[in-house]
């Protein structure tokens, strides 16, 4: 017996069971090729949604940097502090995105 999640709701389940224990999701239909297919599937989707953001995370956080060095904002200046809003938020972005897809693919 192994875990697998449900491809309707994602709870972990029994890959034995007929039905999902948690939205009774009908599971006698798929077999388990198909169920593996459904699960690559999804995660495939998460990645390539994880992918577009670590690149977004990347482009706020040159963007920050882009303001300070074409604009030169005056110190304490309202574009000073949103470019360094968003090469902190950027930054940390990334970094959380990178660490999520790792995590993905070692799944
Ligand atoms: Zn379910």
């Known amino acids: 017996m192994a875990i697998i999640s449900c491809p309707f709701c994602g ?13 009774a999701g009908d599971l006698s ?3 388990p090729e198909q169920l593996a297919l459904i699960e690559r599937e999804k995660k495939n989707r998460k990645l390539q949604s994880l ?5 977004l995370s990347m482009l706020l956080f040159l963007g920050g940097f882009g303001i300070l060095y074409w604009w030169q904002p005056a110190s304490h200046s309202y574009n000073q502090y949103a470019s360094n809003i968003a090469i902190v938020l950027g930054f940390s972005w990334y970094v959380v995105t990178r660490a999520r897809i790792i995590l993905l693919k070692r799944k």
Not at 11 to 23: H, L, N, V
Not at 51 to 55: A, K, V
């Open 51 to 55: 992918m577009n953001q670590s690149m």
């Open 11 to 23: 709870q972990r389940i029994s890959d034995k069971a007929a039905a999902c224990s948690k939205c």
């Open 29 to 31: 239909s798929n077999t």
